[in-house]
């Protein structure tokens, strides 16, 4: 059974940092891609980024890039989010998500499966 488990999410002051942690188990991730979605109250969910595991390959959503980093540590199958200058807009639900199981279908980050989400407010 796969499972993604986020962590990491709080109350913060604008320009402060947070890290946000996915484990993820029951998943080989060498095949696959995973990585950070974002849905604040009454809006669209956003990609925030997506890494590819074979070779490190990390996509950046336009509006968080330059502010947030993605990282992994192998050795615990854990991807990470490093968030720095946090603005009020980054109020969000972060959702840790991979690509599709099916090996014909992959590499698009929130087509498979998705943790349950952790909360990132930043207070103004």
């Known amino acids: 059974q796969v499972q993604l488990v986020e962590s990491g999410g709080g109350l913060v002051q604008i320009g402060e940092t947070l890290r946000l942690s996915c484990a993820a188990s029951?998943?080989?991730?060498?095949?696959?891609?995973i990585g950070w979605f974002r849905q604040a109250p009454g809006k669209e969910r956003e990609e925030v980024s997506c890494?590819?595991?074979?070779?490190?390959?990390?996509y950046y959503g336009d509006s968080v890039k330059g502010r947030f980093t993605t990282s992994r540590d192998k050795t615990k199958n854990t991807v990470y989010l490093h968030m720095n200058s946090l603005k009020p807009e980054d109020t969000a639900v972060y959702y840790c998500?991979?690509?599709?199981?099916?090996?014909?279908?992959?590499?698009?980050?929130?087509?498979?499966?998705w943790g349950q989400g952790t909360q990132v407010t930043v207070s103004s």
């Open positions: 890494l590819r595991w074979s070779d490190g390959f990390i």
């Open positions: 029951g998943l080989d991730l060498r095949y696959h891609a």
């Open positions: 998500t991979t690509d599709h199981p099916d090996p014909n279908s992959r590499g698009n980050c929130g087509d498979g499966y």
